[in-house]
Structure formats: structure tokens, C-alpha cells
Nanobody, 115 residues
């Protein structure tokens, strides 16, 4: 089985930074991609960032230049470094993992950015 546990969320002021972590337990073989999406009240779910097994990355236009996704295979962890945070970034951030044909996700971590 695969489990994903997120951490690192919190309350920060606009312009501040946070680093989210997603620790994966279980098999890490043949993972196609991992990443983060976010869900804010009244807004559609948004894919924030993704990274493939070949380390190719992609980002939502709204976070390009501010967020960086990375992976540490030795620690079975994926990170999301978030800089220059804006109030619009406030959301529950959820880690996901795809291993065709399956899809896994964590419980999420709350990020709140005050103006």
C-alpha cells in the first residue's frame, strides 16, 4: 500500500515562505509522477506542481517563478518550496502520487497567507 503524509503548512504573512513536505510510505517502485494540487473554498481544484520519475517538472501559471517542486528519493519525500506567498495562495495543499493505473493522495495541509 501507498500512503502520503503532508506537513509544513501554516500561517504566514504575504511575501513569506513555506516548505511543504510529502512523505511516501510503501512501495516507491514505478511511480509515474508526484506533485501537489490545492483546494480553496469557492474555487476549483488546481494542479500546482508536478514532477515525473524522470524529474521533469511543470507548474501552474499562477505559481511559476515562486514555487519549486523537488524530490529526495533517499528520504522518500517530495517538497514544495513556496516563496513570495500571496493571499491568493491560501488553500489546502494536497500531495498526490500516480502509478498507472492508480492514483493516491494525502489528507492535505492548510496554508494560510495573510495580507
Amino acid at each position: 500500500q501507498v500512503q502520503l503524509v503532508e506537513s509544513g503548512g501554516g500561517l504566514v504573512q504575504a511575501g513569506g515562505s513555506l516548505r511543504l513536505s510529502c512523505v511516501v510510505s510503501g512501495s516507491t517502485i514505478s511511480i509515474n509522477a508526484m506533485g501537489w494540487y490545492r483546494q480553496a473554498p469557492g474555487k476549483q481544484r488546481e494542479l500546482v506542481a508536478g514532477i515525473t520519475s524522470g524529474s521533469s517538472t511543470n507548474y501552474a501559471d499562477s505559481v511559476k517563478g515562486r514555487f519549486t517542486i523537488s524530490r529526495d528519493n533517499a528520504k522518500n519525500t517530495v517538497y514544495l518550496q513556496m516563496n513570495s506567498l500571496k493571499p491568493e495562495d491560501t488553500a489546502v495543499y494536497i500531495c498526490y502520487l500516480t502509478r498507472v493505473p492508480y492514483y493516491y493522495w494525502g489528507q492535505g495541509t492548510q496554508v494560510t497567507v495573510s495580507s
